[in-house]
């Protein structure tokens, strides 16, 4: 049987199982993303738009909607062969590719100064029908950079802006934006000059709160002389400040809570 229907909240999780009985619609609004479902008699239908800005917090829920698909709907996606009593379920994922944030204003850390800051990657959506996951996508889709000093030392990144918050209570409450509090420690004999930072975002697992921001375990990065690399160390839960957290989605990729990465130069462009 269908669940109760949800119809718009400001304080609900859009991932998690929402049933739709056969013939029956289901509308997410996730900040910039709209995803209709429509449980078919032998099949399921899946349309994505993506009308918003990227900065946008519209969050609104509708299962089952009255309305049907959008009358210039375009790209329909068609999912056949699942049980009939198959539930789909949205799960939350970070990027399959480092997040490369650059501050709107760059700043310096002095030498043996360190900071914290609070950055912000977009969301990756699982499409899950029973236990089967048949699509992922972004909420939206950024943009690709290389980073690193040349052609062959570097690795294709997604790119996105960033405040850079140094107070968490400045960082918007964005439904689909997955928050870092990261800490940057600079142990070198000069300044850092933060103008780009390399988060390896397929390694940090994700968390929910009492409130349904996105979180993922704070992250330490330790410059030494070498400007380029860092020593970089995870969290083993979530942050302090995202109360009542729980887990809710794993690492892409397994290695460890501690690592080297290149995180903060870039002179390739």
């Known amino acids: 049987?269908?669940?109760?229907?949800?119809?718009?909240?400001?304080?609900?999780?859009?991932?998690?199982?929402?049933?739709?009985?056969?013939?029956?619609?289901?509308?997410?609004?996730?900040?910039?993303?709209?995803?209709?479902?429509?449980?078919?008699?032998?099949?399921?239908?899946?349309?994505?738009?993506?009308?918003?800005?990227?900065?946008?917090?519209?969050?609104?829920?509708d299962v089952p909607c009255a309305d049907g698909f959008p009358a210039d709907a375009n790209d329909l996606l068609r999912f056949a062969g699942s049980p009939a009593d198959s539930v789909p379920e949205l799960r939350v994922a970070l990027a399959d590719r480092p997040m490369v944030s650059r501050p709107q204003n760059p700043f310096y850390v002095p030498a043996r100064g360190q900071v914290t800051l609070y950055l912000s990657s977009p969301a990756w959506v699982q499409l899950h029908l029973g236990e089967a996951m048949v699509q992922e996508f972004p909420v939206y889709t950024p943009s690709d950079t290389w980073f690193g000093p040349n052609t062959v030392n570097g690795e294709l990144?997604?790119?996105?802006?960033?405040?850079?918050?140094?107070?968490?209570?400045?960082?918007?409450?964005?439904?689909?934006?997955?928050?870092?509090?990261?800490?940057?420690e600079n142990k070198a004999s000069d300044a850092l000059f933060l103008e780009r930072v390399n988060l390896p975002v397929p390694r940090l697992p994700v968390f929910a709160d009492e409130h349904h921001r996105l979180w993922t375990p704070a992250v330490r990065m330790e410059r030494e002389e070498d400007r380029d690399m860092a020593d970089m160390k995870i969290d083993s839960g979530p942050p302090g400040v995202a109360g009542g957290a729980q887990r809710i989605a794993e690492p892409r990729q397994a290695g460890g809570r501690h690592l080297m990465v290149r995180a903060f130069t870039a002179l390739f462009q």
């Open 157 to 184: 990144c997604y790119a996105t802006r960033t405040q850079a918050r140094l107070d968490l209570a400045d960082v918007p409450m964005r439904p689909h934006r997955v928050i870092t509090p990261l800490t940057i």
């Open 1 to 61: 049987m269908p669940q109760n229907p949800t119809k718009s909240t400001d304080d609900a999780a859009w991932w998690g199982r929402r049933a739709l009985a056969s013939g029956q619609h289901g509308r997410w609004s996730i900040g910039p993303l709209d995803l209709w479902l429509l449980h078919g008699e032998q099949e399921w239908q899946m349309v994505l738009e993506r009308p918003r800005d990227p900065a946008d917090a519209t969050l609104a829920i």
